[in-house]
């Protein structure tokens, strides 16, 4: 055992990826663009299905909430399948590229898992805020826009980091279909060297470097919409040292 | 609508394969995330950045990176051929387990400091108030999140089709490359996984109304 393990270090080759930086770097882009646009969809499709998941009226109520428990239910490999290869061709009759399936599935799925954050952080104000802004005169959307949801925002903060940084990771199932992200960077290498250490190590260090930068983004952001946040404050723009958490 | 009929009882096949790498990885995958949970609260520091290591590398990578790795990797450096499904209930263990461990380091903490102040003050050893005071009332509060990564863990097999494991979305795949015809199957794979999500969530909201945590 200890002979395959020295062995097995002393195989171990980065130099041979150098060849293939370009596919890697290309991979990076791709993988940031379809999350970044899938997390923008999504949190569009979330606050309206989020909202009409909350509404009274029955036509609303249930579309929504069918969306919601497909798109939570089912694995996004499936969705990704479905969309990429049934829902797409059948509508437009033929396939519209890696990208649009991909950003679309994606989007599709953010969207429900961001409508739960968002119906959970709207619920979990209090009751008098909408009362109060019903007595007031305002109507049930100026109460939901001007009272509610600048309140509520503050609590789907750090759900919604969270969601970028699971979208982030589940964009690498893109790779089924052929997206020429991270993760098909490491596979075309293993399928050209036949070495399946390097690439896939490359690939993991490369995710945790995503998730890490974005971690400490949505660190920065929380921080900044926290309720304990004094303006006056306020630090250096780039500062995202831990000292000034301020009057805790 | 015929596929509808046809694509069942391949389906069925996987959904065997679906519930057992579920079963046997999500079990594995608690006694690897128990310890690990348990390791992050440790004041031994090599422990502490262990389980710490492991648990950041592995939530903060995707799981089909895992996958592949698991399955690519392993058999490289043991040199053997690894069975896929061996592989892939490994793959849900090492990848649950870091969830796992922490709902039960947040489980652990959740409890009030007056329980192991107790547990001191009576005499009992730290291994006894964890294993006979902290634990079981732990326990009890992790269910609901322990629920929730069992539907996930269930879901994330689907990623298993990547090496040509036989679940409910590879056999559905295998329909569709043998009948060309892709709308039908694909439906009903995600109809199967609503079948299981959808009733596992009601019976977990039950329970968690039952525990009243």
């Known amino acids: 055992m200890e002979v395959v393990i020295i062995e097995f270090f002393e195989s171990i080759r980065f130099d041979i990826l150098w060849n293939y930086r370009s596919l890697f770097i290309h991979g990076i882009w791709i993988t940031l663009g379809l999350t970044v646009v899938g997390y923008t969809c999504g949190i569009i499709l979330g606050l309206l299905f989020g909202l009409g998941k909350m509404s009274n009226k029955k036509w609303i109520h249930y579309p929504s909430r069918w969306y919601i428990d497909f798109f939570r239910g089912t694995p996004l490999l499936v969705q990704i399948l479905l969309i990429h290869i049934a829902v797409i061709p059948t509508i437009f009759g033929q396939s519209l590229g890696f990208f649009v399936s991909g950003a679309l599935a994606l989007s599709l799925n953010c969207g429900a898992y961001t409508a739960e954050i968002i119906r959970a952080g709207i619920q979990s104000l209090d009751k008098g805020q909408m009362e109060a802004a019903r007595s007031l005169g305002m109507p049930h959307n100026m109460a939901m826009k001007h009272i509610i949801l600048p309140q509520a925002l503050r609590r789907m903060v750090p759900p919604l980091g969270n969601e970028l940084i699971a979208l982030l990771k589940d964009s690498s199932l893109v790779t089924v279909i052929a997206a020429t992200d991270i993760l098909y960077a490491a596979k075309i290498v293993q399928g050209a060297t036949f070495r399946v250490w390097e690439p896939y190590i490359l690939a993991a260090i490369m995710y945790l470097f995503l998730t890490y930068i974005v971690t400490k983004i949505v660190a920065y952001v929380e921080k900044r919409f926290s309720t304990s946040y004094v303006p006056s404050k306020r630090p250096k723009i780039f500062s995202l040292s831990r000292t000034f958490t301020g009057g805790r | ?213």
């Open chain 2, 1 to 213: 609508m015929e596929h509808i009929i046809k694509v069942l009882p391949y389906l069925l096949e996987g959904i065997k394969y679906t519930f057992l790498i579920t079963i046997v990885g999500v079990a594995l995958g608690f006694v690897i995330g128990a310890f690990a949970g348990l390791g992050r609260l440790s004041k031994s520091k090599i422990i502490y950045w262990l389980c710490t290591t492991y648990v950041e590398i592995i939530r903060g990578t995707p799981i089909l990176v895992q996958i592949l790795f698991i399955y690519f990797g392993l058999s490289d450096l043991l040199g053997i051929n690894l069975d896929k499904v061996t592989a892939s209930i490994i793959a849900i263990a090492i990848n649950a387990g870091a969830y796992i461990a922490e709902i039960v380091r947040g489980g652990v903490q959740s409890i009030d400091k007056g329980q192991f102040e107790a547990g001191d003050s009576i005499g009992l050893t730290k291994r006894q108030t964890m294993w006979y005071i902290i634990w079981p009332q732990a326990l009890k509060r992790m269910i609901p999140p322990l629920g929730n990564q069992f539907i996930i863990s269930l879901k994330d097999t689907s990623l298993f089709s990547a090496i040509a494991v036989g679940e409910v979305l590879y056999q559905g795949k295998a329909y569709t490359a043998a009948a060309f015809t892709y709308f039908e199957p694909y439906l009903m794979v995600a109809v199967f996984y609503l079948a299981i999500t959808i009733p596992a969530s009601i019976i977990l909201r039950r329970v968690e109304r039952r525990l009243d945590v």
